[in-house]
């Protein structure tokens, strides 16, 4: 018997193997009323990725949710059991976790389970769940910001992934860190690495300086024991790497090194494995620029990337100066610029997108293939009301050449503004196989 026919169909053996994977039908969307004003539950979309247009919302069951990243139950580190058929998806400032059913109608989750925030807190101490990843041993596992108070917490949430039940927590004893955000494991290596935001209840009410000063955001890098699940070693970027946001490793399953982005410092970080121990080096800085009526030059604001499945390709947003770039990583410590779109911002850029854009590009999404990528422009309700007043909200597709080079699509554009039930804003886009931040490989 040919085993390779044994595994799931969207699940993949390597990075080689996931770049031939069939080009997506159709996306999933986070999207949320959160900060429009509009009195609605917050909505996973479905939308049709030919015709460029949502097909089915599944509201969830509360207003005030704020949802943001999540994940699936099972992906290809996880290559053995039953496909993907559920999406994790957490309210990071309610701090409930939805499970949502799709394999029964792709095109038409529904939600099957509802955990509240009482039942993490009593399980876990933690509150405002982020990241979402599966990980082999039937675990879904799910950074947490938060203690029950809206302190900073650096904890991890675990859940079973056939029956959804909070197992507790993922570390197993010992130090951890301050603060928390996105994570990222490398199995082969035996490794997992995380980054950090900041404290909720200084991040929740808006963006405020005095607060970085004052240390309620981050600016380290933690690695841990994967398979004894202990924080084995701290890298602090320092002043010029605050508040290091989205860690990508490459889909290389024997790689050691990868990119994280400093957000308020606007620099991009090669991680890398050096004498048994990690470090990290300054790769790319976008220049602050200064802008009448800001009390301090305004950064770019690097609030997502991502690699290409072949590792050739890094991404990444500048959410207020409003530029996308592509960077050639074929050597991580020399990454060249390949391609720049000006997708809104506040400098006032023409549009490369042939249309007027409000706000800046925020979440990025790559197909497998790496020829189609997603961009959205709502990054939290409250510093999208703040640094975006009156924001309108989009999902766009942007053509990526095999060699570089970016292109938006004229004919793919999702209006999330101009709704008959009020304006909704987006989010993480999910694709329905996997996409190039859900696969890890063992």
Partial sequence: MNHEHEKPASFYASPKDALKAPPEEFLYLACLHEGTGVDAPDFIAVVDAEQGRIVHETPMPNVGDELHHYGW???SSACHGPDRSHLIVPGFRSSRIHILNVADDPRAPRIEKVIEPDELIDKTGYTRPHTV?????????????????????????????KTFEVKGRWENGGEKPPLNYDFWYQPRKNVLISSEFGEPNAYEKGFDLDDVAAGRY???????????????????????????????????????????????????????????????????????????????????????????????????????????????????????????????????KPSDAGRELNGGPQMIQLSLDGRRLYVTNSLYSTWDNQFYPGLRSWLL?????????????????????????GPARAHEVRLQNGDCTTEIFQ
């Fill in 73 to 75: 139950n099972r992906c």
């Fill in 133 to 161: 990843h599966c990980m082999p041993g039937d675990n879904v596992v799910v950074s947490m910001l938060g203690d029950a108070d809206g302190n900073g917490a650096g904890g991890f949430a675990v859940l079973d992934a």
């Fill in 218 to 348: 981050g600016s380290r890098l933690h690695f841990w024991n994967l398979e004894e699940r202990t924080l084995t070693q701290t890298v602090d970027l320092g002043e010029t790497g605050l508040i290091p946001l989205e860690v990508r490793w490459l889909h290389d399953p024997d790689a050691e090194e990868g990119f994280v982005g400093a957000a308020l410092s606007s620099t991009m970080w090669r991680f890398r494995r050096d004498n048994g121990g990690w470090d990290a080096d300054q790769v790319i800085a976008v220049e602050s620029v200064e802008l009448e009526g800001w009390p301090f030059p305004v950064p770019g604001l690097i609030t997502d990337l991502l690699l290409s499945m072949d590792d050739r390709f890094l991404y990444f947003s500048d959410w207020l100066h409003g530029d996308l770039r592509q960077y050639d990583v074929s050597d991580p410590s020399n990454p060249k610029l390949t391609g720049r779109l000006w997708l809104g911002g506040l400098l006032g």
């Fill in 397 to 421: 597709r942007v053509d990526c050449g095999p060699d570089g080079g970016m292109e938006v699509d004229r004919n793919f554009f999702v209006d999330l503004d101009d709704r008959p039930g």
